[in-house]
């Protein structure tokens, strides 16, 4: 956009044609495909903290993440001592949320402004009339404000919010897609609670969600389009689910196995990686335990990856609870694209859950009558509303872990389950020792089809069987 087409979108007031000359470049419609393009323009500013000794910015990077598209644009990372930034090929019709990002791959701060009520908070924005020049960003209380504010074309009707949003049990069928849906200033994309209630189970293990006045709404009961994954654009849909399992029998240490899912056009793309803390990058290995992971997605029907070149884009990788992780921690996945232009999208890993069993007591016993066998556990040892959520129980041999039988439904009472059907007779042929071990496997409902949401799995102490 030229300096007269400038004073044209600014000045709508002025002649008819200075804005007609000037319209596609005042507004367009959300970028959703690869050959979109747009006039860019390079942001530019330095960071300084509130507190002169905290250089909080240190070994972090400044983005923008557009509101509509999920793409963020990313600054190289900031040095204590010289800590000025640069944004380059940023689209200037984007709407954002600025965000420092900490060493730790942690939103540390996000860019915003109050309104003129002063209540109301503004986190989105358009690069406006600023040119590029953010000026200095102070960090205080874990806001940023710009030297630059008054430029900085804050949204009113995008992403802000003065308290936050809870929805009542009848919803409105005049669904507006918002990218902050509890409207608490956080992204859906980076938001550990999407719908406000305060819950401190990740997302996908939140089944009864949305709080309002009295009681909670459970999920099934929710238009599709309020779940955290309502809106799955034609690129850019970028979501990391995990499944918590016993590393070992006794149950001492879990492996965390993360499914990263990103959605790109397949034939475009020649290489997407992942990246996140380098303790995860130095200790991840791939779903077999065996190799480290390689940090590559992949769309070609391999390694967990469903279905070839069907631009659902996968990578999978399994780190142990050893390694150390943070509750707001994001992954990035750096997109190269055929002709040599550069994507990036982020999202959650979701912060890691711990259910808690009783160890002196098996998790489940076998109750036989006439010739049906039940295996009958209680989940009243688990904290937390399970209530909704799928589940599995796996008979296994405890000499070698062979899987004698498998049964799954849907888990309707988290206190206690039970399930029928195998036979008593098939079960004590299997093994002259007559011990098992019960797998219990409890999954939540996925963001994006074809996930598998969180999970966790429970292993029972070695049980006796007497026909």
Same mark, same amino acid.
């Given at each position: ?20 000359? #000037?319209?596609?470049?005042? !507004? ?28 909080? =910015? ?29 944004? $380059? ?11 420092? *990002? ?33 000026? &200095? ?12 504010? #008054? ?21 409105? &069928? ?62 850019? /849909? ?41 303790? =995860? ?34 990578? $999978?990788?399994?780190?142990?609870? !050893?390694?150390? #992780?943070? !509750? ?47 295996? /009958? ?45 195998? #036979?008593? *007779? ?19 409902? !996925? ?21």
């Amino acid at each position: 956009m030229n300096k007269n087409q400038r004073i044209a979108c600014r000045n709508r007031s002025g002649v008819l044609l200075a804005m007609l000359t #000037s319209l596609q470049s005042c !507004a367009r419609a959300p970028i959703e495909t690869v050959d979109d393009t747009v006039s860019n323009v390079t942001i530019s500013g330095a960071f300084s903290d509130w507190n002169p000794s905290a250089s909080n =910015f240190s070994g972090g990077v400044f983005l923008l993440l557009d509101a509509v598209t999920n793409e963020i644009f990313k600054s190289d990372p900031i040095k204590a001592d010289s800590p000025s930034f640069q944004i $380059r090929n940023v689209p200037v019709t984007g709407k954002y949320y600025g965000i420092l *990002l900490g060493a730790d791959f942690q939103p540390l701060a996000y860019l915003q402004k109050k309104a003129p009520d002063g209540k109301t908070i503004l986190p989105v924005f358009k690069v406006g009339n600023t040119d590029g020049q953010f000026g &200095t960003l102070v960090i205080k209380n874990g806001k940023l404000e710009s030297s630059q504010q #008054s430029e900085i074309d804050f949204q009113t009707s995008v992403g802000a919010h003065s308290e936050l949003r809870t929805f009542a049990a009848d919803f409105s &069928t005049n669904f507006i897609a918002s990218p902050d849906i509890d409207t608490d200033g956080i992204p859906n994309v980076l938001d550990t609670d999407v719908d406000g209630d305060g819950d401190n189970k990740p997302n996908a293990l939140d089944s009864a969600t949305y709080a309002g006045k009295t009681v909670k709404t459970p999920d099934s009961e929710i238009p599709w389009q309020f779940n955290y994954g309502y809106g799955i654009p034609k690129m850019g /849909f970028f979501k990391c689910e995990y499944l918590r399992t016993p590393n070992a029998k006794d149950n001492a240490t879990f492996l965390f196995k993360y499914s990263c899912q990103l959605k790109m056009p397949a034939k475009r793309i020649e290489k997407i990686t992942l990246r996140t803390t380098q303790g =995860f990058m130095d200790g991840a290995k791939f779903w077999n335990g065996a190799d480290p992971f390689d940090w590559n997605m992949r769309d070609d029907g391999s390694l967990g990856d469903l279905i070839s070149e069907d631009g659902i884009w996968t990578g $999978r990788f399994s780190v142990t609870d !050893a390694i150390p #992780s943070y !509750a707001n921690q994001t992954i990035l996945a750096d997109v190269k694209m055929k002709d040599g232009t550069m994507k990036s999208y982020i999202t959650t890993l979701e912060p890691k859950i711990e259910f808690k069993t009783r160890t002196d007591q098996p998790l489940a016993a076998f109750v036989s009558a006439e010739d049906n066998l039940y295996l /009958f556990f209680s989940l009243g040892q688990l904290s937390g509303t399970l209530s909704g959520f799928q589940i599995s129980a796996t008979i296994l041999k405890d000499a070698d872990d062979t899987e004698i039988a498998t049964l799954t439904q849907p888990l309707f009472d988290a206190g206690a389950s039970a399930f029928a059907g195998i #036979s008593q *007779l098939g079960l004590a042929a299997t093994t002259d020792d007559m011990k098992y071990r019960i797998k219990v496997k409890i999954t939540a409902p !996925a963001a994006l089809p074809g996930l598998l949401g969180n999970a966790f799995e429970l292993y029972s102490l070695p049980l006796d069987y007497t026909p």
